[in-house]
C-alpha cells in the first residue's frame, strides 16, 4: 500500500519539474550546448547524452531559483568559482570587464554555455556576493557575473573538478576559471 502512495507522488514531482524546465530560459543555458559534442576532439556521442542530462537538470529549476555560486578545486588552477554542479566557471577574455555584456553567442555559446539565471545569483560559502551581479544577453536571458566578467561553463569538462578550458584560445580569445577574489586562475 505504501509504495502505491509513493509512485504517484513520485510521479508528480518528476511531471512538475519537466513542465517547469519546458517553460523556458530559465537555466544555465546549457540547452544548445548538446550539439557542441565533438567540438574539441571529444566523440559527439558521449558529449551529447553527458550534456543533455546536465541541461535537464539545470533547466528543471523554477524561473525565479537564485542560481548558487560556490568555491570549488580544479585540478590544474586549485580553488575556483564552480557552478551548483560543481562545474568550473570562466570568463572569455574578448568581453570586457564591466560593459556589461557577452561576447559569446551562437556556437560559442554552444561550447562554452553562459551561466544564466532566474532571479539574484547566490553566493555560496567562499564567494563574495558583492561581486555577484547579472547582465541581459541579446537572446534575452540573464547571465551571472563575477567581478564584472559574465560566467560560462565549457563542454569539454565533464565532471566537477575538471579545467580543460583553462588557458585555452578559443573564438578568439582565451579562456580562464576564476579566483573568489575575482583574479585569473591559470597559467
Known amino acids: 500500500m505504501r509504495k502505491a502512495l509513493l509512485i504517484p507522488g513520485a510521479l508528480a514531482v518528476v511531471t512538475a519539474l519537466v513542465i517547469a524546465g519546458c517553460g523556458g530560459s530559465s537555466g544555465s543555458g546549457t540547452a544548445g550546448a548538446s550539439s557542441g559534442g565533438g567540438m574539441y576532439g571529444t566523440p559527439a556521442g558521449g558529449a551529447k547524452e553527458e550534456t543533455a542530462v546536465t541541461a535537464a537538470s539545470r533547466e528543471a529549476l523554477p524561473a525565479t531559483a537564485a542560481t548558487p555560486v560556490s568555491l570549488g578545486s580544479a585540478a590544474g588552477v586549485g580553488k575556483v568559482l564552480v557552478d551548483a554542479e560543481g562545474m568550473t566557471l570562466y570568463y572569455f577574455e574578448k568581453d570586457q570587464k564591466g560593459s556589461g555584456k557577452s561576447k559569446c553567442s551562437g556556437a560559442c555559446a554552444e561550447a562554452w554555455p553562459p551561466l544564466t539565471t532566474g532571479s539574484k545569483p547566490a553566493a555560496m560559502k567562499g564567494v563574495k556576493s558583492s561581486m555577484l551581479g547579472t547582465i541581459k544577453r541579446s537572446d534575452g536571458t540573464t547571465q551571472v557575473t563575477y567581478a564584472g566578467w559574465p560566467l560560462y561553463t565549457f563542454v569539454e569538462d565533464k565532471k566537477p573538478g575538471e579545467d ?14 576564476l579566483h573568489s577574489n575575482g583574479m585569473k586562475a591559470g597559467h
Open 164 to 177: 580543460n578550458g583553462t588557458d585555452l584560445k578559443a573564438f578568439g580569445a582565451s579562456w580562464y576559471p
